[in-house]
């Protein structure tokens, strides 16, 4: 069966500091990423996704991912975080066109 | 252009009664699809619905059970509620066009309390 695993389940930054959150996906076909984001009390929002092409694809508010491909991996990253980046972000891989499967999610903290 | 929307946002119930959740799709999509979100974990996927047909289903019993109106609009119903059924519950929509579905937008949740 399909997962998707999300190494990083808290993480806490310092403002300015620079974000990876690991994700790796166990399916050998073509796959639809994505990465959501999760603020306190609000609804999954997208943050970026990756369907074809270029490898390494910008979202909104400055994040980006690299979707490598041996390696089942599309990292999540920000070169400089802050405190409002402080939220849960949860990684998914779409199988065929209808279900999504998340990873177990990975809160963030940034303390200002 | 309202996004995703679900009623209620809060419910409680006691063991063994049934629940419909309720979910209005964005603007212009057709596509919707549920999820049990449990806490700590991620969205697990219950079933997704397009027009008014049960397309897929991920791996829940058959207490679980869907609806979609013409509308686009959907509802989940889940029967014989057991305390383990507590969990937001998310809608998602999407679009269906040329054999795949745009992205998914989420609404904010149904948070159910199984008591």
């Known amino acids: 069966a399909q997962s998707v695993s999300q190494h990083n389940h808290h993480v806490i930054l310092s403002e300015a500091a620079s974000l990876e959150l690991g994700c790796n996906y166990s399916y050998g076909g073509t796959v639809n990423l994505f990465w959501y984001v999760q603020y306190p009390g609000q609804h999954l929002q997208l943050l970026l996704k990756y369907f074809s092409g270029d490898p390494l694809v910008k979202g909104i508010k400055g994040f980006e991912a690299e979707f490598i491909k041996s390696k089942f991996s599309f990292n999540l990253r920000k070169p400089s975080v802050q405190w409002s980046d402080t939220a849960e972000y949860f990684c998914a891989v779409r199988q065929g066109t209808y279900k999504y499967i998340f990873g177990t999610g990975t809160r963030l903290k940034v303390l200002a | 252009d309202a996004g995703v929307t679900q009623s209620p946002t809060h419910l409680i119930k006691t063991r063994g009664q049934q629940v419909t959740l309720r979910c209005s799709p964005k603007s212009g999509h057709d596509t919707v699809s549920w999820y049990q979100q449990a806490l700590g974990q991620g969205p697990q996927f219950i079933f997704q619905?397009?027009?008014?047909?049960?397309?897929q289903r991920g791996n829940f019993p058959d207490r679980f059970s869907g609806h979609q109106f013409p509308n686009y609009s959907s509802e989940l119903n889940v029967n014989a509620l057991l305390l383990g059924d507590s969990a937001l519950y998310l809608c998602a929509s999407s679009f269906y066009l040329q054999g795949e579905n745009t992205e998914a937008f989420f609404g904010q949740g149904t948070r159910l309390t199984v008591v």
């Open positions: 619905y397009y027009e008014e047909e049960e397309r």
